[in-house]
């Protein structure tokens, strides 16, 4: 995963899922439980699956904190109509 770069576009409903999906694919080939997931990030075992399945919006902060767990860099694009 460390040469993969993915690239995440769409409305904020598609990109909740787009994230989520990515998320748990990740915690799932680290064998990371949403428990542990979620005793890292100061969240509830819900919180983590409401993420993971789209249903909730994910704060940057919460990002950064998964990221160090399972192992990702985060960046940042911004681009100008």
């Known amino acids: 995963m460390a040469d993969t770069v993915i690239v ?8 909740s899922l787009q994230i989520g999906k990515l998320l748990k ?3 799932v080939e680290l064998d990371i439980t ?3 997931l979620a005793k890292y990030c100061n ?3 819900e919180g983590i699956g409401k993420i993971e399945s789209g249903q909730s919006d994910i704060q ?3 990002l950064m904190k998964m990221s160090k767990i399972l192992g990702f860099k985060v960046t940042l694009a911004m681009e100008q109509d």
Do not use: H, Y
């Open 8 to 15: 995440l576009e769409g409305d904020k409903e598609s990109l």
């Open 25 to 27: 694919e990740r915690r």
């Open 34 to 36: 949403q428990v542990d």
């Open 43 to 45: 969240l509830s075992r």
């Open 60 to 62: 940057l902060s919460t």
